[in-house]
C-alpha cells in the first residue's frame, strides 16, 4: 500500500501587527523620528510613495542609538498570544516556518530573542546606522535591492521551491503575497481586504487560532 506523502508546507508570517499586536517601527518612528513620518505613511497608504520609500524617508528622520531603538521596541511591543504555540505546531508538523516583514531586522530579531525564539528565519529590511540616519535597504531573494514587492518576492521563491504556503498577516502590504498562497489567516486591513474581495481566508484574534486550523489544512 502506497504512503501519502504529505505537501512541504510553509508559514509565511508578517511580524509588526501580525506576530506583534502594534506595528513597532511606529513605536520607534513615533519616539525619535525628526520630522513628518505621520505625513510619509499617509503618502504610503493613499498609493503616493512605496513601502520602501516610506520606510527610507522616515528613519532617515532618526539620529537615536540602536539600544536606545531596540529599549523601546522591547517596552512597546507584545507579542500577540499564540505566537510560541505556533512555533511549536510548526516544529511538530515539520512545517517551515518564515518571517518576512516590511519590518527592520535589527528589532525583530531583538523582540524574537527577547522571548526566547532564535531559530526562525526571518526576511526583513536591512538597516545601517550612520550620523545622518539610519540607511533601510531591502534585498530581495538574488541580492537585488527592492523598494516595493519584498513581500512577493519571497513568496514567488517558496512557490517555486515547491511550497504549499500558509500566509498569515494584517496589513495592506500583506495583500499582495496573501493572493500568491494556498491559504490566507487574516486580521486587521488584509482581512477586510479579502471580505471585501470575497477572497476565502481564516479570520485570526489570537496566533492559537492559526496554530489549530494548521493541523487540519
Known amino acids: 500500500m502506497s504512503q501519502v506523502l504529505k505537501p512541504k508546507t510553509l508559514v509565511q508570517c508578517d511580524f509588526d501587527g501580525t506576530i506583534t499586536e502594534e506595528d513597532v517601527?511606529?513605536?520607534i518612528l513615533g519616539a525619535f523620528a525628526n520630522g513628518d513620518w505621520r505625513q510619509l505613511l499617509a503618502d504610503h497608504r493613499e498609493?503616493?510613495?512605496?513601502?520602501g520609500c516610506f520606510n527610507q524617508k522616515a528613519f532617515a528622520m532618526v539620529r537615536a542609538s540602536e539600544h536606545a531603538m531596540i529599549e523601546v521596541a522591547k517596552r512597546k511591543a507584545k507579542t500577540r498570544d499564540g505566537f510560541e504555540e505556533l512555533v511549536n505546531r510548526c516544529h511538530r508538523n515539520g512545517f517551515r516556518l518564515v518571517i518576512v516583514s516590511n519590518g527592520l531586522d535589527f528589532y525583530i530579531k531583538e523582540i524574537?530573542?527577547?522571548?526566547?525564539?532564535?531559530?526562525?528565519?526571518?526576511?526583513?529590511a536591512q538597516t545601517e546606522f550612520c550620523p545622518e540616519g539610519i540607511r533601510v535597504q531591502y534585498v530581495g531573494p538574488n541580492g537585488n535591492l527592492l523598494d516595493e514587492g519584498f513581500k512577493e518576492a519571497y513568496t514567488k521563491l517558496f512557490l517555486a521551491e515547491g511550497y504549499r504556503i500558509m500566509y498569515v498577516g494584517n496589513g495592506v502590504s500583506d495583500i499582495g503575497p496573501a493572493q500568491l498562497a494556498h491559504h490566507i489567516f487574516a486580521c486587521g486591513e488584509l482581512l477586510r481586504h479579502c471580505n471585501r474581495a470575497s477572497i476565502p481566508?481564516?479570520?485570526?484574534?489570537?496566533?492559537?487560532?492559526?496554530?489549530k486550523r494548521?493541523?487540519?489544512?
Do not use: K, M, Q, Y
Open 25 to 27: 517601527s511606529f513605536s
Open 47 to 51: 498609493g503616493r510613495i512605496s513601502v
Open 112 to 124: 524574537l530573542e527577547d522571548v526566547g525564539i532564535d531559530d526562525i528565519e526571518v526576511f526583513a
Open 201 to 211: 481566508c481564516t479570520p485570526f484574534v489570537n496566533l492559537n487560532d492559526v496554530a
Open 214 to 217: 494548521l493541523e487540519i489544512l
